[in-house]
């Protein structure tokens, strides 16, 4: 059943919550199995096994015992029922992207010569208006009429231009290029969309100005997330060094910094969720692992712990194609901050 079966963001949680289960058995003992079975887990743990269609005989054994028998759909049905109503994946999205960022640089460079070199270039380039018209048709295509307009308008200027040799000025040439930097903001903003009707309205109802500086504050909010990634990385390292070194404190002396940088990114993105699960890593960090005296059960904290991190990994991982994703894959990062004594 593994090559019938996804690893998508809930199920890798899904697999964390199995996964602290397991250690409270191992810390706790024969005391665990005398509560009550978490239902949502239960439930979550059936259906996975329902839509895996294992042929194992204990994979029957306990579907039989619940009263289930494997889904009428196998999970490659399920997925591609779900991609028709997300609409395009997020790969195929930023291959477009990429695809139409190429060919906009390619005119760009068109222009910048013509600037440079005389406005005679452009009839030189005869491939230009046929880059610029397969871009405004794409856009049109994926609903993006008010960016495919105005390069459209672009387009005719420059073919007169071409057609009849007539000079352009430089501050024409300049009202073009400010269209494909619009065209180019906007194409770029495509990276956190999922192209419903809904974000395809906002996006034809933003200005100019509005969508470059859109595109400005979706990169400088990209080069935020992408440090608070390399951060835990680096945490993630100097934790397995200091458990590989028998606990020598000199290899995580500077995780609380490290940590306390990501957590300010977190709250200048506005997530604050985040953030003040950070800022309890940080405590465990200061006044447990860093501590004078030697936790006795230092390998169980640290695997807790571990489980935090990874859990804010795939948070980050989340919102790098929606700053609103959802907050709920805190909960495994705030539960683990709990079981260490320290509530969020």
């Keep these: 059943s593994r090559a019938r079966t996804a690893l998508p963001l809930s199920r890798k949680m899904l697999f964390s919550a199995i996964e602290r289960e397991i250690k409270r058995f191992q810390f706790e003992g024969n005391a665990v199995l005398a509560r009550d079975v978490d239902p949502v887990l239960q439930k979550e743990l059936v259906y996975l096994l329902a839509l895996s269609h294992s042929d194992q005989e204990i994979s029957k054994t306990v579907l039989s015992a619940y009263g289930m028998t494997p889904l009428s759909y196998t999970e490659a049905e399920l997925a591609r029922e779900m991609e028709f109503l997300n609409g395009p994946s997020a790969n195929?999205?930023?291959?477009?992207?990429?695809?139409?960022?190429?060919?906009?640089?390619?005119?760009?460079?068109?222009?910048?010569?013509?600037?440079?070199?005389?406005?005679?270039?452009?009839?030189?380039?005869?491939?230009?208006?046929?880059?610029?018209?397969?871009?405004?048709?794409?856009?049109?295509?994926?609903?993006l009429v008010s960016p495919s307009n105005s390069l459209k308008q672009e387009i005719e200027?420059?073919?007169?231009?071409?057609?009849?040799?007539?000079?352009?000025?430089?501050?024409?040439?300049?009202?073009?290029?400010?269209?494909?930097?619009?065209?180019?903001?906007?194409?770029?903003?495509?990276?956190?969309?999922?192209?419903?009707?809904?974000?395809?309205?906002?996006?034809?109802?933003?200005?100019?100005?509005?969508?470059?500086?859109?595109?400005?504050?979706?990169?400088?909010?990209?080069?935020?997330?992408?440090?608070?990634?390399?951060?835990?990385?680096?945490?993630k390292r100097a934790l397995t060094a200091f458990a590989e070194s028998n606990y020598d404190k000199g290899h995580i002396r500077n995780i609380s910094g490290i940590l306390d940088s990501v957590r300010g990114g977190m709250f200048l993105l506005g997530l604050s969720r985040a953030a003040n699960v950070l800022a309890g890593c940080m405590r465990f960090v200061d006044e447990d692992l860093l501590a004078s005296d030697q936790h006795p059960a230092v390998q169980h904290l640290l695997e807790t712990f571990a489980d935090a991190v990874i859990s804010l990994e795939y948070y980050l991982d989340a919102i790098k194609l929606d700053k609103n994703a959802d907050t709920s894959v805190l909960q495994i990062a705030e539960e683990s901050l709990q079981a260490l004594g320290y509530n969020i």
Excluded: C, F
Aim: proline fraction near 2%.
């Design 157 to 235: 200027k420059i073919a007169i231009w071409q057609a009849n040799h007539s000079p352009v000025t430089p501050d024409e040439l300049l009202v073009v290029a400010d269209t494909l930097l619009y065209v180019e903001s906007t194409i770029a903003g495509l990276h956190n969309a999922n192209l419903s009707d809904e974000k395809v309205a906002q996006i034809n109802a933003l200005s100019r100005d509005a969508a470059m500086a859109n595109n400005q504050i979706a990169e400088a909010e990209k080069i935020v997330i992408d440090e608070a990634e390399t951060g835990l990385s680096m945490v």
């Design 92 to 143: 195929t999205i930023s291959s477009m992207v990429a695809v139409l960022t190429d060919e906009l640089h390619s005119t760009k460079n068109i222009l910048e010569r013509a600037a440079q070199g005389g406005a005679e270039l452009l009839s030189e380039s005869p491939e230009l208006l046929e880059t610029l018209k397969k871009v405004a048709d794409i856009l049109s295509i994926v609903g």
